[in-house]
């Protein structure tokens, strides 16, 4: 089975930071590009940051600079480090999993989701 388990989200000032944690079992770790997303209450998912197998990354416009995306292949984990939250920051945080063929998901796992809350 594949499974996705999450892990660091919780309560913090704005300004503060947080790291959650994304550790993966089921998959070959290091062939999946790896994503973090992030879904507000009534909204669709969106991207917040992804990485490639490759180690390549790339981030919503609205993280830059703040957030980082890291992989550890050796602990089959994902990381999102998150500095200088803002309270639009909130939002349900999922890893996500995605092998590609062609540019096109192949195989696509998700995570539990962990809540994120920025206070003011």
């Known amino acids: 089975q594949v499974q996705l388990v999450e892990s660091g989200g919780g309560l913090v000032q704005a300004g503060g930071s947080l790291r959650v944690s994304c550790a993966a079992s089921?998959?070959?770790?290091?062939?999946?590009?790896m994503g973090w997303y992030r879904q507000y209450p009534g909204e669709q998912r969106e991207l917040v940051a992804a990485?490639?197998?490759?180690?390549?990354?790339n981030y919503a416009d609205s993280v830059k600079g703040r957030f980082t995306i890291s992989r550890d292949n050796a602990k089959n984990t994902v990381y999102l480090q998150m500095n200088s939250l803002k309270p639009e920051d909130t939002a349900v945080y999922y890893c996500n999993a995605d092998s590609k063929i062609n540019g096109r998901p192949q195989f696509r796992y998700w995570g539990q989701g962990t809540l994120v809350t920025v206070s003011e």
């Open positions: 990485i490639t197998r490759g180690g390549n990354t």
């Open positions: 089921g998959i070959i770790f290091s062939l999946f590009d």
